[in-house]
Structures are given as structure tokens and as C-alpha cells.
């Protein structure tokens, strides 16, 4: 009943900056919770960044944090992740997930995540 879809990746010089977009259409709500998690050729899906369904709450991975962030607009059902100074080793397809009543505990695993994306590629040349 929820459908998601990411846009805004593309090629990019490895210092460079890209803005992703994921928009939601269906039966969506504010309080849905949304994660962005990536995968590179050969490894696993790995968390990037979380923000609750009002906003107030953002986490991020390690790797990201001071370099990403993640915010929504509720309005346009549009979550955003601006990410700045990346690296070569993020080259990845990237895709956003959604789900109601994620915890603080667990915001990290897809298993939480009951709506998702194609993914939008982000290609980080060196």
C-alpha cells in the first residue's frame, strides 16, 4: 500500500556532493519512520541513516556521520539524504526504507523496515 522511490543518484568525483530523494505515494503517514541503507557490488545491505516519522530524530552510521544528513518533508511525503565528501568506497545502490514504530533499539536493522525502494545507483569515481 506504500510505495517508495528514490531519485537524485547518478556520477560523482570522489570530494563530491549528492542529493537523494525518496518519495512516497500510496497509503503513507507522517508517522512512518524512514532509513536509507546501501549496498555495494558483493557486499550486504548496510545502514546509512534514520529519521523518525515528525523528524526530531535522526541517527547515522559511523562512517556518514558529520558528512550525511537525512531530513524530510512531510508535506511533499519526501525524504531527503544529502550527502557531502564522498568516497569512492561509498559507490553503492542506495535505497530507503519505511516502517511504523521503530525503536531506538533497532532503527539500524532492515529486518524493521517493511516498505522499500528500488534504489537509486550513486557512483563515486577516484
Known amino acids: 500500500q506504500v510505495q517508495l522511490v528514490e531519485s537524485g543518484g547518478g556520477l560523482v568525483q570522489a570530494g563530491g556532493s549528492l542529493r537523494l530523494s525518496c518519495a512516497a505515494s500510496?497509503?503513507?503517514?507522517?508517522?512512518?519512520?524512514t532509513g536509507w541503507f546501501r549496498q555495494a557490488p558483493g557486499k550486504e545491505r548496510e545502514f546509512v541513516a534514520f529519521?523518525?516519522?515528525?523528524?526530531?530524530?535522526?541517527y547515522y552510521a559511523d562512517f556518514v556521520q558529520g558528512r550525511f544528513t537525512i531530513s524530510r518533508d512531510n508535506a511533499k511525503n519526501t525524504v531527503y539524504l544529502q550527502m557531502n565528501s564522498l568516497k569512492p568506497e561509498e559507490t553503492a545502490v542506495y535505497y530507503c526504507?519505511?516502517?511504523?514504530?521503530?525503536?531506538?533499539?533497532?532503527?539500524?536493522?532492515?529486518?524493521?523496515?517493511?516498505?522499500w525502494g528500488q534504489g537509486t545507483q550513486v557512483t563515486v569515481s577516484s
Open positions: 526504507a519505511a516502517g511504523s514504530r521503530i525503536s531506538s533499539d533497532n532503527y539500524y536493522s532492515d529486518r524493521e523496515y517493511g516498505y
Open positions: 500510496g497509503r503513507t503517514s507522517s508517522y512512518y519512520s
Open positions: 529519521i523518525s516519522g515528525s523528524g526530531l530524530r535522526t
